[in-house]
């Protein structure tokens, strides 16, 4: 038996599939990323990307707060695709082009 929906709550079936996010996404990541504002998850320090200590001696890039040390972001590239790991950063402010 499904527990009934609070009116908060979106139908089960008022969705679309991620591909919804195409566009969205699209724009979002047109831009210069390392201007954008992370927050580290570990020490909560707000700060551009250009901003943090970018390593390469792992088999990709690894980005740590300056502040903490905490690994905020991980890239790793193979030939056909990338990875891009953000556990470490609590949210990504992007500034959207002006149109």
Same mark, same amino acid.
């Not at 929906?5 to 724009?27: F, H, I, T, W």
């Not at 695709?81 to 149109?99: C, K, M, Q, Y």
């Given at each position: ?43 909560? @320090?707000?700060?551009?990307? #250009?901003? /943090?200590? $970018?390593? +390469? ?5 690894? *980005? ?12 790793? @590239?193979?030939?056909?695709? #990338?990875? /891009?790991? $953000?556990? +470490? ?5 992007? *500034?959207?082009?002006?149109?």
């Amino acid at each position: 038996m499904n527990a009934p929906s609070s009116p908060a709550s979106p139908a089960p079936d008022d969705y679309q599939d991620g591909n919804a996010l195409a566009g969205p996404l699209a724009e979002v990541f047109a831009v210069d990323v390392t201007a954008a504002v992370g927050t580290c998850a570990g020490c909560r @320090r707000n700060g551009p990307l #250009a901003r /943090l200590r $970018l390593y +390469g001696h792992a088999p990709g890039l690894v *980005a740590r707060c300056p502040d903490c040390g905490q690994v905020m972001m991980r890239l790793v @590239r193979s030939p056909t695709e #990338a990875w /891009l790991d $953000l556990h +470490g950063t609590l949210s990504l402010r992007i *500034a959207l082009p002006e149109v």
